[in-house]
T-cell receptor
Framework: DAGVIQSPRHEVTEMGQEVTLRCKPISGHDYLFWYRQTMMRGLELLIY????????DSGMPEDRFSAKMPNASFSTLKIQPSEPRDSAVYFCASSNPTGANTEAFFGQGTRLTVV | AQKITQTQPGMFVQEKEAVTLDCTYD???????LFWYKQPSSGEMIFLIYQGSYDEQNATEGRYSLNFQKARKSANLVISASQLGDSAMYFCAMSPRRGNEKLTFGTGTRLTIIP
């Protein structure tokens, strides 16, 4: 398996623009997570899905952030409009609750810079 | 709510020595999972080791072992025979139940291995 695939790896955008981050989880994984990593706040969960259904979105900072999972193999995290304080590394992760191990596998991350 | 505390922002260790990275946690859950992840300078999050709260034996994975002391709510990572490639950020994390849900991360410890 290719692992969790995120795109793009790097994104630089101007304040006010819409940004869409993409994630393809590992096939067969029922859970998908979006995390954000910043120097100030560390790693924090934004939202997670189980079987394509959002379970907990309490970490989503504000209404400018939205996430979807239209099918088991694809998820997006959208920021509209983007602001400089959204600059961070965004990780997508997936896990399989019926597997022998319970760890979440992380993608390579998307480094977002909003100027 | 779950909380992870890592009190060592940085550590320097001589190559081939063993190193212990500290992690304490707080939770009201009876069942939970504890994890350690490694983040090298390239940025990806690499799973190292998992310990379930009801596992009686300390987890081991190659050179990694988890010193789990439930009464003290600690889950320290021990790396034996450290190597230069072990230089990275190390994050302790926990999740409810067996670990298939959201992870709460500590602030991390930056480990530097000295040749």
């Amino acid at each position: 398996d290719a692992g969790v695939i995120q795109s793009p790896r790097h994104e630089v955008t101007e304040m006010g623009q819409e940004v869409t981050l993409r994630c393809k989880p590992i096939s067969g994984h029922d859970y998908l997570f979006w995390y954000r990593q910043t120097m100030m706040r560390g790693l924090e969960l934004l939202i997670y899905f189980n079987n394509n259904v959002p379970i907990d979105d309490s970490g989503m900072p504000e209404d400018r952030f939205s996430a979807k999972m239209p099918n088991a193999s694809f998820s997006t995290l959208k920021i509209q409009p983007s602001e400089p304080r959204d600059s961070a590394v965004y990780f997508c992760a997936s896990s399989n609750p019926t597997g022998a191990n319970t760890e979440a596998f992380f993608g390579q991350g998307t480094r977002l810079t909003v100027v | 709510a779950q909380k992870i505390t890592q009190t060592q922002p940085g550590m320097f260790v001589q190559e081939k020595e063993a190193v212990t990275l500290d992690c304490t946690y707080d939770t009201s859950d009876q069942s939970y999972g504890l994890f350690w992840y490694k983040q090298p300078s390239s940025g990806e999050m690499i799973f190292l080791i998992y310990q379930g709260s009801y596992d009686e034996q300390n987890a081991t994975e190659g050179r990694y072992s988890l010193n789990f002391q439930k009464a003290r709510k600690s889950a320290n990572l021990v790396i034996s025979a450290s190597q230069l490639g072990d230089s990275a950020m190390y994050f302790c994390a926990m999740s409810p139940r067996r670990g298939n849900e959201k992870l709460t991360f500590g602030t991390g410890t930056r480990l530097t291995i000295i040749p």
